[in-house]
């Protein structure tokens, strides 16, 4: 840390799309310390025999999701440095998939996080929309869930839908909010299996996390 600053701690925020839906969380804290060395910002290391970037990810993304709404923490040892520039600078050296859109102070805690919205859709030319809907109207959609133990066990997620809306047009669009979160998170896949075993039929699908919400459903900043 130079003489005369003092540490910033910072939110980034960012994208990430495309073929780089199928990069790993750890292959993603990788590229990222890649990225931030590259773009010369002051970061923060740790301390000790092993210094190494401080970075952290607030909610990460399962593999072969997209999202529009990705953040991660880091330190600068600079709490002058001008933040638009540090957006301006990343963007400068990355590739195409990853795209930093906004900077700035962290206003809440990863512990706050409660929920998340995703975007999924089916290339169905549109014909599983009425069923969709009905299964999601069935009261109850009964899942096969891995525990940390490695057990199955059997889970009713349909109470912790906070909101689903079905629309078609040359395709199937769900937009739905679940939980997530340290407390508890429900992955989409479990939703979307579910609903393909209920109507014995099966089609591909991309999913999107457009928002990640805090417990009283406001977007986490």
């Not at 933040?83 to 050296?93: E, F, G, I, M, P």
């Not at 169905?124 to 899942?143: N, P, Q, T, W, Y």
């Not at 066990?153 to 909101?163: C, G, M, R, T």
């Amino acid at each position: 840390l130079k003489e005369g600053f003092a540490l910033k701690n910072v939110r980034l925020f960012y994208e990430k799309t495309g073929r780089l839906r199928f990069i790993s969380h750890l292959d993603m804290t990788r590229f990222m310390t890649r990225a931030l060395r590259k773009a010369g910002l002051p970061v923060w290391y740790t301390e000790g025999f092993h210094p190494h970037l401080y970075i952290t990810f607030a909610l990460p993304l399962s593999l072969g999701f997209e999202s529009k709404y990705e953040t991660c923490d880091i330190k600068l040892c600079d709490d002058g440095f001008d933040l638009d520039n540090a957006v301006l600078k990343l963007n400068s050296v990355c590739p195409e998939g990853i795209r930093f859109f906004a900077a700035g102070e962290p206003v809440m805690k990863p512990k706050e996080i409660g929920f998340a919205k995703y975007d999924i859709l089916f290339e169905d030319g549109g014909s599983l929309s009425a069923r969709l809907s009905d299964f999601l109207k069935s009261g109850e959609i009964v899942c096969e869930k891995r525990t940390k133990k490695g057990d199955i066990k059997k889970i009713d997620i349909a109470p912790d839908i906070v909101e689903a809306e079905v629309s078609a047009k040359r395709s199937t669009h769900l937009s739905v909010v679940l939980p997530a979160g340290n407390e508890k998170n429900i992955n989409p896949e479990l939703l979307i299996n579910a609903f393909f075993e209920s109507c014995n039929e099966s089609v591909c699908y991309t999913v999107s996390r457009t928002e990640i919400l805090n417990k009283n459903g406001e977007l986490f900043k």
